[in-house]
């Protein structure tokens, strides 16, 4: 029987699934069994899968037929250190990001989405001008690139388009 934080996970995961399936129009799912299928020490098998399968295998979800470039993780724990954002430095934030960029092929659109109790659901995504400018974020620098959080519903009902665009 999974425990209680893999159950937790999984349900975020398939809420997120539906989610982007309602606001883009297509069919998201869960990505079976998630997690390092190609991530961590089984990034070797991606030299014997073909696009399709690599594509169903990476992130947490498995992006419509129309976001072929879209990595996406999922991730929901209890509590987050938020004042770590201000140090330029959270550990785990920055070990998020390392396994969402570990599968990640060039030219994806990475995407985190994260839920915290009690405190809300946020989406980390990269750095982009083009994002709605009226939406709060929070800009965070790992070593690897500066990213944005925001809000997670407002994110995606002001930037559709761009999401849709960068993932194609």
């Not at 938020?82 to 990640?104: P, R, S, Y």
């Not at 400018?133 to 925001?150: A, P």
Request: aromatic share 12%; hydrophobic share 35%.
């Amino acid at each position: 029987m999974p425990s209680k934080s893999k159950n937790k996970g999984s349900s975020f995961e398939r809420d997120i699934a539906k989610l982007l399936s309602e606001t883009f129009g297509e069919s998201f799912i869960r990505v079976t069994n998630s997690g390092a299928y190609i991530g961590g020490k089984n990034t070797t098998r991606k030299d014997s899968l073909s696009e399709a399968q690599i594509r169903h295998s990476k992130g947490d979800i498995v992006p419509g037929p129309s976001f072929g470039r879209m990595n996406a993780e999922a991730k929901s724990y209890a509590d987050f250190p938020f004042h770590q954002l201000f140090t330029g430095t959270c550990k785990q934030l920055d070990g998020w990001i390392e396994q969402m960029l570990e599968v990640a092929d060039t030219g994806d659109f990475n995407i985190l989405f994260m839920k915290f109790n009690r405190k809300g659901t946020f989406v980390l995504v990269p750095f982009n001008q083009h994002w709605d400018q009226t939406l709060s974020s929070f800009i965070y620098r790992s070593r690897h690139k500066v990213w944005q959080i925001f809000d997670l519903e407002q994110f995606l009902k002001l930037n559709q388009q761009s999401i849709a665009a960068l993932c194609r």
